[in-house]
C-alpha cells in the first residue's frame, strides 16, 4: 500500500528551464508534505515543506504547489542548474501517527547544460 | 553543529556474522529513526524512537533486526545473524517533533554482507 508515490522515475531538463516534480498521496490525513534532494553517497537533505492548509510554499528557486482535492503535490524548480540534479523525494507527515514519515519512491533530476 | 554523524561509513561482513550500526543524533532531538534504502524497496523507516523509547518497529524485516536508543545522544541498529539479502545503505535521521516534523539525516552506512 504506497500511500506516497512519485510515477516518475526519472525527469531530464535543460539548464535555465523549469523542472517540474510531481507526488501522488492517498491518505487525507497528512498535515505536512516535505521534499527533500539526494546527492549520491549522501543521506537525504531537506529541501521545502508545506502545510495541508496552504497551496503553495515557495523558497528561492523552489516552490511546491499543494492541491488537497486531487491529493497531489508538485515541486518546481526555477531556473534549473545543474548543481540541482540529483534524486528527489517526496514524503508525508500525519502528526497522529508519531511524525514519522511516509516517503515516495524518488524521482532522478538530470539537468543538462 | 554537526549533524547526524553515522559510524562506519562502509561496512562489509560475511554471511552470519554480527553488524552493528551506530548513530548519533542532532543535540536536542527528540525523535530518531531508522531507515534502509535499496533499488527494490526505496527508503523504507525500520524503527523509530522518540524520547528514547521504540514507538514503532514494525519496519524492522526480522527478529534478526534490533535496534536500541539507550540514551538520548546515541542509537544502534543491530543484525545478527547477517545474510547478503541485508545489503543496503541504512540511514539515520532525527528530529524535533513539531511542525512539519523535518528529518534530519546522517550520511548513511553502506553494507556489503558476502
Known amino acids: 500500500d504506497q500511500q506516497v508515490k512519485q510515477n516518475s522515475p526519472s525527469l531530464s531538463v535543460q539548464e535555465g528551464r523549469i523542472s517540474i516534480l510531481n507526488c501522488d498521496y492517498t491518505n487525507s490525513m497528512f498535515d505536512y508534505f516535505l521534499w527533500y534532494k539526494k546527492y549520491p553517497a549522501e543521506g537525504p537533505t531537506f529541501l521545502i515543506s508545506?502545510?495541508?492548509?496552504?497551496d503553495k510554499n515557495e523558497d528561492g528557486r523552489f516552490t511546491v504547489f499543494l492541491n488537497k482535492s486531487a491529493k497531489h503535490l508538485s515541486l518546481h524548480i526555477v531556473p534549473s542548474q545543474p548543481g540541482d540534479s540529483a534524486v528527489y523525494f517526496c514524503a508525508a507527515s500525519d502528526y497522529n501517527q508519531g511524525g514519522k514519515l511516509i516517503f515516495g519512491q524518488g524521482t532522478e533530476l538530470s539537468v543538462k547544460p | 553543529d554537526a549533524g547526524v554523524i553515522q559510524s562506519p561509513r562502509h561496512e562489509v561482513t560475511e554471511m552470519g556474522q554480527e553488524v552493528t550500526l551506530r548513530c548519533k543524533p542532532i543535540?536536542?532531538?527528540?525523535?530518531l529513526f531508522w531507515y534502509r534504502q535499496t533499488m527494490m524497496r526505496g527508503l523504507e523507516l525500520l524503527i523509530y524512537f522518540n524520547n528514547n523509547v521504540p514507538i514503532d518497529d514494525s519496519g524492522m524485516p526480522e527478529d534478526r533486526f534490533s535496534a536500541k536508543m539507550p540514551n538520548a545522544s546515541f542509537s544502534t541498529l543491530k543484525i545478527q545473524p547477517s545474510e547478503p539479502r541485508d545489503s543496503a545503505v541504512y540511514f539515520c535521521?532525527?528530529?524535533?517533533?513539531?511542525?512539519?516534523?523535518?528529518?534530519?539525516f546522517g550520511a548513511g552506512t553502506r553494507l556489503s554482507v558476502l
Open positions: 543535540s536536542g532531538h527528540n525523535s
Open positions: 508545506i502545510s495541508s492548509i496552504k
Open positions: 535521521a532525527s528530529s524535533l517533533r513539531t511542525g512539519p516534523n523535518i528529518q534530519y
